[in-house]
C-alpha cells in the first residue's frame, strides 16, 4: 500500500513554456497532497498544500501565479510550473497523505519519485 | 522559532552500528518521522514516534524522548544500500512537517 506515483519522472523544456507534473496516490485516498522543491544537497522545501477541492495554500515566497496547483480529486494533484525560467530547474516531489491500512500512521506522508525539471 | 537539527554528515562501516540523531522545537507537537533519500530519489518513510520510547523495526530502531525535543534514528548491521540521506521531520500543532537538513550517512566497506 501507500503508492504514490508522479510524471514525468524528467522533463526538459525551453525557457518561457509551461509544464505540467503528476501526482496520483494509487492505492489510497489522499486527502491532502503536498509540493516540495529540492535543490542539490539541500533539505526539501515546502511549496504548498492542496486538499482535494479546495484552493491549495502556499507556502512564503512561493508564487501562486507561477507554480499553479489543482487538485481535482482524492487520488491527483496537478502543478504547473507556467513560463519556466532556468531558476526554476530542480527536483519536485509530490507527497500525499491519507488513510493506509497496514502502513505508518494516518499524518504519514508517501512520496512520488520526484520530477526533475531542467530549464533551458 | 521552529527548528530541526541533525548532523549534516556521518560515516560508518559496513555491518557495524550508527546512531543519527535530531533535535527538534516546534510549536506544538504531533510526531517525529524520520525518512531516508538516496541521491536522485525521494524519500521513503522509515518510521514514526508520538510517544517516549524506542520503536524497533528489523535493523532500524527509532526513539524519542519529547521533554527534551529529541530523536534518534538507530541503524544496525549495516550494509552498503544503507548509504543515503536521513530525513529528520516533527510534525508540529498544525500537522505540518517541519523538516531537517538530512543527515548524509557514508557506509565504508
Known amino acids: 500500500g501507500a503508492v504514490v506515483s508522479q510524471h514525468p519522472s524528467r522533463v526538459i523544456c525551453k525557457s518561457g513554456t509551461s509544464v505540467k507534473i503528476e501526482c496520483r496516490s494509487l492505492?489510497?485516498?489522499?486527502?491532502?497532497m503536498f509540493w516540495y522543491r529540492q535543490f542539490p544537497k539541500q533539505s526539501l522545501m515546502l511549496m504548498a498544500t492542496?486538499?482535494?477541492?479546495?484552493?491549495?495554500?502556499?507556502e512564503q515566497g512561493v508564487e501562486k501565479d507561477k507554480f499553479l496547483i489543482n487538485h481535482a480529486s482524492l487520488t491527483l494533484s496537478t502543478l504547473t510550473v507556467t513560463s519556466a525560467h532556468p531558476e526554476d530547474s530542480s527536483f519536485y516531489i509530490c507527497?500525499?497523505?491519507?488513510?493506509?491500512?497496514?502502513?505508518?500512521?494516518?499524518?504519514?506522508?508517501?512520496f512520488g519519485p520526484g520530477t526533475r525539471l531542467t530549464v533551458l | 522559532g521552529q527548528n530541526i537539527d541533525q548532523p549534516t554528515e556521518m560515516t560508518a562501516t559496513e555491518g557495524a552500528i550508527v546512531q543519527i540523531n535530531c533535535t527538534y522545537q516546534?510549536?506544538?507537537?504531533?510526531?517525529l518521522f524520520w525518512y531516508q533519500q538516496h541521491a536522485g530519489e525521494a524519500p521513503t518513510f522509515l518510521s514514526y514516534?508520538?510517544l517516549d520510547g524506542l520503536e524497533e523495526k528489523g535493523r532500524f530502531s527509532s526513539f524519542l524522548s519529547r521533554s527534551k525535543g529529541y530523536s534518534y534514528l538507530l541503524l544496525k548491521e549495516l550494509q552498503m544500500k544503507d548509504s543515503a540521506s536521513y530525513l529528520c521531520?516533527?510534525?508540529?500543532?498544525?500537522?505540518?512537517?517541519?523538516w531537517g537538513a538530512g543527515t548524509k550517512l557514508i557506509i565504508k566497506p
Open positions: 516546534t510549536s506544538g507537537f504531533n510526531g
Open positions: 492542496s486538499n482535494e477541492g479546495s484552493k491549495a495554500t502556499y
Open positions: 492505492d489510497f485516498q489522499a486527502t491532502t
Open positions: 514516534n508520538v
Open positions: 521531520a516533527a510534525m508540529d500543532s498544525n500537522y505540518q512537517l517541519i
Open positions: 507527497s500525499a497523505r491519507g488513510v493506509v491500512t497496514g502502513t505508518g500512521p494516518t499524518d504519514t506522508q508517501y
